[in-house]
């Protein structure tokens, strides 16, 4: 068994007023006085507002998360130390050499 899904707010008011809209629009234009050709009229536009609801766009859902894969064995990440360079700070600088015997 499957639910079914309900209809949105919005669903439910745009498929009131076109109801409610196109019958008065429908019965003015026509002039009509029948109780036929009133039948007629409001089930034409109870049907117009039934397509009317299902056709507003749902609300989109989030897709579902991914879940990431669990690891089994800690990830070991090797440190390597960075030489750094050694810049001088002018050209002319004399280079200290340990004296020698």
């Known amino acids: 068994m499957t639910a079914t899904p309900r209809p949105t707010a ?3 008011v745009y498929g009131s007023c ?3 809209f196109s019958t008065l629009a429908m019965l003015l234009l026509s002039q009509t006085s029948s109780g036929l050709a009133i039948a007629v009229i409001a089930l034409c536009a109870l049907v117009l507002g039934l397509l009317v609801a299902m ?3 749902l609300p989109k859902t989030a ?3 991914v ?3 669990v690891l089994t064995e800690p990830v070991v990440t090797e440190r ?3 030489q750094r360079a050694t810049a001088s ?3 002319a600088e004399h280079v ?3 004296a020698g015997p």
């Open 10 to 12: 919005a669903q439910l």
């Open 89 to 91: 700070v002018g050209s």
């Open 96 to 98: 200290r050499q340990p």
């Open 55 to 57: 056709t507003v766009p």
């Open 67 to 69: 879940a990431e894969p």
């Open 80 to 82: 390597v130390p960075v």
């Open 63 to 65: 897709p579902p998360a």
């Open 18 to 20: 076109t109801v409610i």
